[in-house]
C-alpha cells in the first residue's frame, strides 16, 4: 500500500511539473524519448572505435561518426587538421546558420586514454573506455539538437559544436591546438561542455593545470664523504629536500595541489619527458650525481599559479651545499573561475531540471574537477561544465556508463539550449 502511494505520488509530481513547460518544450521531451534507441546505438558505435589520442586514423573515425549524425541535424562540418609534427589528429567543428537568439558554444572531445574495451551492456549500464569520457557528453551534444530539430526549435538558431581531437593529451604548441576552439568562443556569447556529469552537479569552477620539471645536479664522490664541505649531501638528498619543502610549506591551501609524479636519480640517469619514462644507475658507495621529477601544478585561478610558482622556485634556490637545482614549468589549461556569470547559467539548468521534474543543481566543487578545454574559452565568456554522461572509473580499463540516466541528461540540455537562445 505503501510503495502504491509513493507511486501516485510520484505520478502527480511528474505530471505537476509537466505542466511548467511549453508545447514546444514538451515536443522536445517527448522527441528525446522517441530517439532513445537510436542514441544508444550511436553511444554503442563511437565506444567502438578506438580513439586514443595517439591514435589518429581512430580519432578521425569517431570524427566521421559523429559529423554525418551532424549533418543530417542540419549543421556545417569542418575538419581542422593539426600540424603533422604535432602528431594530433584535428578537430571537428560544425555550425547552424541561423541567425536569432545568442549563440551558443557546444563543447566536447572525440579522443580517449585509453583504447580497446568494447561495448558491453551490463543491465542499465555500459563499460567502455571513453564512454564516460566523453564520447557519452557528445552523444548528448547530438541528441539533444536533434530533439530541437525534431521539435521545430532548432530553426534559424545559433550553435557552434567544437569536438576537439586531443583533450586527453593536448597537441603543442597551445596557440595552434586551441586557436579554432578560442576563435570560436569569440564569436559565441555562452559556452556548455560536456565532460562527465558528478551526480547531480554541474561545474561553474574547474582548475587549471600546470607541468613542472625539476632537474638536480650535485658533485659525485665516495660515499664515505657524503655530508662533508667538500662532498655535500648528493642530488637525491637535494631533490628529496626540495619535494619535502614543496610538502611542508605550501600544502593546504584550497583549490591547491601539486604532484611529483615521476623521480629518477643516481650517478648517471637518462629521462624521455615525453615517454614519462627513465634509467638511473648508480652504485651504494657513489654520492649520486643527478636527480630529475616532474609533477603537476592545479590551481583554481591564475593568481595562485603565479603565487604558487614563484614560491616553488625560491624552495629550489636554497640548494644544499655542493648542488644547484633548477625548475621549469609549462601552463597547459588556464583555470575556470567561479564567475557570476557561471553561476547565471547553471541557475538556469537548475530551472530547467526542477521543470522537468528531476530535481536542484548544486554546483561541485572545483577541487574534484581536473582540467578542460572550457578553460580555454571561460576567460572570455560565460561557461558551465559537467553536462554530460554519468558513470564512473574514467580514465580506467573499468569505466562504466549510467545509461538510466542517459534520457534526464539529453532532455536537461535540450530544455536549456532552447530556452538559452530563445
Avoid at 102 to 130: C, M, W, Y
Avoid at 150 to 173: H, M, N, S
Avoid at 268 to 288: H, L, M, P, Q, W
Avoid at 405 to 412: D, G, N, T
Wanted: proline content about 3%.
Amino acid at each position: 500500500m505503501k510503495r502504491n502511494a509513493f507511486a501516485l505520488l510520484l505520478l502527480l509530481a511528474t505530471s505537476a511539473s509537466a505542466a511548467q513547460l511549453t508545447r514546444t518544450e514538451q515536443k522536445i521531451v517527448a522527441a528525446v524519448d522517441a530517439r532513445l534507441a537510436a542514441d544508444l546505438s550511436l553511444l554503442e558505435r563511437s565506444v567502438n572505435i578506438r580513439s586514443a589520442t595517439e591514435n589518429l586514423a581512430g580519432v578521425r573515425a569517431v570524427g566521421d561518426l559523429f559529423a554525418a549524425e551532424l549533418r543530417e541535424i542540419g549543421l556545417k562540418t569542418t575538419w581542422i587538421d593539426m600540424p603533422p609534427e604535432m602528431k594530433r589528429a584535428g578537430h571537428l567543428f560544425a555550425e547552424t546558420g541561423g541567425t536569432k537568439g545568442k549563440r551558443i558554444l557546444l563543447i566536447g572531445h572525440l579522443d580517449t586514454v585509453l583504447e580497446g574495451q568494447p561495448f558491453v551492456r551490463e543491465g542499465n549500464s555500459a563499460r567502455g573506455n571513453g564512454g564516460e569520457d566523453m564520447k557519452g557528453g557528445d552523444v548528448i551534444i547530438i541528441a539533444a539538437l536533434r530533439a530541437l530539430k525534431d521539435a521545430g526549435a532548432l530553426d534559424d538558431r545559433r550553435i557552434i559544436v567544437a569536438l576537439t581531437g586531443d583533450e586527453e593529451d593536448t597537441g603543442q604548441p597551445l596557440d595552434v591546438a586551441r586557436r579554432a576552439l578560442i576563435d570560436a568562443a569569440k564569436r559565441s556569447d555562452l559556452a556548455l561542455a560536456f565532460e562527465e556529469s558528478v551526480g547531480d552537479t554541474a561545474t561553474v569552477a574547474r582548475r587549471g593545470f600546470t607541468s613542472w620539471r625539476l632537474d638536480v645536479t650535485a658533485t659525485t664522490a665516495h660515499s664515505s664523504g657524503i655530508f662533508t664541505e667538500s662532498s655535500g649531501s648528493g642530488a637525491v638528498f637535494e631533490l628529496a629536500r626540495i619535494v619535502n619543502t614543496f610538502y611542508e610549506k605550501l600544502r593546504g591551501e584550497e583549490n591547491l595541489t601539486f604532484n611529483p609524479s615521476v623521480v629518477v636519480g643516481g650517478t648517471e640517469i637518462t629521462y624521455d619527458s615525453a615517454a614519462k619514462r627513465g634509467t638511473a644507475f648508480g652504485k651504494t658507495n657513489v654520492i649520486a650525481a643527478k636527480a630529475t621529477a616532474e609533477g603537476d601544478l592545479r590551481f583554481l585561478t591564475n593568481e595562485q599559479r603565479e603565487r604558487t610558482k614563484s614560491a616553488m622556485r625560491a624552495i629550489v634556490a636554497a640548494s644544499l651545499p655542493r648542488a644547484s637545482a633548477t625548475i621549469t614549468f609549462t601552463d597547459e589549461y588556464p583555470a575556470m573561475g567561479p564567475t557570476a556569470g557561471n553561476y547565471a547559467l547553471l541557475k538556469s539548468l537548475d530551472q530547467a531540471s526542477r521543470d522537468l521534474g528531476y530535481g536542484e543543481v548544486p554546483a561541485l566543487q572545483p577541487s574534484k574537477r581536473g582540467a578542460g578545454d572550457v578553460s580555454f574559452v571561460a576567460p572570455l565568456l560565460d561557461s558551465l561544465d559537467g553536462l554530460g554522461s554519468r558513470g564512473d572509473g574514467a580514465h580506467t580499463s573499468e569505466e562504466r556508463m549510467d545509461l538510466e540516466s542517459l534520457p534526464m541528461l539529453i532532455k536537461r540540455t535540450a530544455l536549456l539550449l532552447y530556452r538559452l537562445t530563445r
